[in-house]
């Protein structure tokens, strides 16, 4: 069977990662995604590095299962094209700089004059509004104002960390697509006479903060109190190493507690006036973990692995990323899938995470080349090959 959006037509205007990720969820899941871009060069993305025969991994892992339009907006007759493929669709999802769209004649009430009931994405770094609105935008900002950057660094004291990965892009992304589809889901269901689209707006420093929110801001929580500095909760990662490679350890419960204690063969640890409670062993964290890194350094990985999961101890290897991918876990779950694409060859992909018992949802075409599927979409849309001509002739021109 098709995917569970099969019949939803997005059209997507955005480059880079957070507006394509969310874009390529919604198409993975059956959506008719077309990705129009500028004929000169296309998404940014098309120009990274790590590529093959003219495609970009980063290109590749954002834009699957979209159809491709070139598109110079700056010229009317394409931006007419444009207005009229709105006019089929449900989505609009757009990420430049605010204020950008509706001078290129694609805002809000332009395209609701000829789409009424479709959905509007406004995809933005900071938000539309704000001293920081206008300006440009990357995931180091985002982390920085964010307050994301302080807490990876475990204390308000320390120097501020980066994670080493493009969180807010991917949050964002993830944030959008659930957004989009409750918004359809909305419009469904709105009576005669009620409003059917809404304009979603989001920004990735909304994204970060309210991701943060869940685990990281309990002493900003209650108004009114005294916030004290964030303090870690540990200096010492979770990350142990071992006689081999390294491993990941992690106890919560008293249970937990007591069963490393014996696969460690440290039963003293139990009567260490330091550790007697979870509130003491907390208290003096750092402490314990270091104790139990000089115990696990003795022996390899492998007998810790399998020692501590007999004892019922949370763990697990330390993978890279080429070892990640021949994890039994992962091939059991079949996390990883091997595609043909016509052009790039070969392409080793992590399917999408949602798995849908009568829906499918997955990889059924790579990602295309600019433009590849411009004369496809105008024709749908009743254009003659003359007119087509014409257009492409004009943009050549302009």
């Known amino acids: 069977m098709p995917g569970p959006l099969h019949g939803f037509r997005i059209v997507d205007l955005t480059s880079m990662i957070s507006g394509p990720l969310a874009t390529m969820i919604l198409a993975d899941q059956g959506a008719d995604v077309i990705k129009v871009e500028n004929p000169d060069g296309g998404d940014h993305t098309r120009a990274a590095n790590n590529r093959r025969n003219g495609f970009s991994a980063s290109f590749l892992n954002n834009n699957r299962n979209k159809r491709s339009v070139a598109l110079d907006l700056k010229n009317p007759a394409a931006r007419e094209a444009l207005l009229r493929l709105l006019a089929t669709a449900d989505v609009l999802v757009q990420n430049f700089r605010p204020g950008v769209v509706e001078r290129m004649g694609l805002g809000e009430d332009a395209v609701r004059a000829v789409a009424p009931a479709i959905v509007y994405v406004s995809i933005s770094g900071f938000g539309e509004t704000g001293p920081y609105a206008q300006k440009p935008v990357y995931d180091p900002l985002v982390q920085a104002v964010s307050g994301l950057a302080t807490i990876q660094a475990g204390s308000d004291g320390e120097r501020p960390r980066l994670v080493r990965t493009i969180i807010p892009d991917k949050l964002t992304a993830y944030n959008a697509a659930q957004a989009i589809t409750a918004a359809l889901l909305a419009r469904e269901r709105t009576g005669p006479g009620e409003p059917k689209g809404q304009h979603i707006r989001l920004s990735m420093l909304d994204a970060v903060i309210a991701f943060l929110w869940a685990s990281d801001m309990g002493s900003q929580t209650f108004v009114g109190e005294q916030i004290p500095q964030q303090q870690a909760a540990s200096f010492i990662d979770l990350i142990y190493e071992t006689a081999t490679s390294p491993i990941s350890a992690a106890v ?104 849908f018992s009568v829906s499918r949802a997955g990889s059924a075409r790579g990602g295309a080349a600019l433009g590849e599927h411009t004369v496809e979409v105008l024709a749908e849309l009743g254009y003659s090959g003359e007119q087509i001509a014409a257009l492409a002739a004009r943009e050549q021109a302009a």
């Not at 003293?268 to 964290?285: G, N, S």
């Open 252 to 355: 919560q419960t008293n249970r937990e507690w007591v069963a490393l204690t014996g696969a460690l063969d440290k039963p003293e640890w139990l009567d260490d006036p330091r550790f007697k409670t979870p509130a003491l062993r907390q208290r003096h964290i750092d402490e314990r973990l270091m104790l139990t890194q000089e115990a696990l350094r003795a022996r390899s990985a492998e007998y810790w692995l399998d020692r501590l999961t007999q004892a019922g101890v949370p763990c697990a290897p330390v993978l890279t990323r080429s070892a990640m991918l021949s994890d039994p876990q992962v091939i059991a779950n079949g996390i990883i899938e091997e595609t043909e694409h016509p052009t790039a060859g070969q392409l080793r992909q992590a399917r999408p995470a949602a798995r």
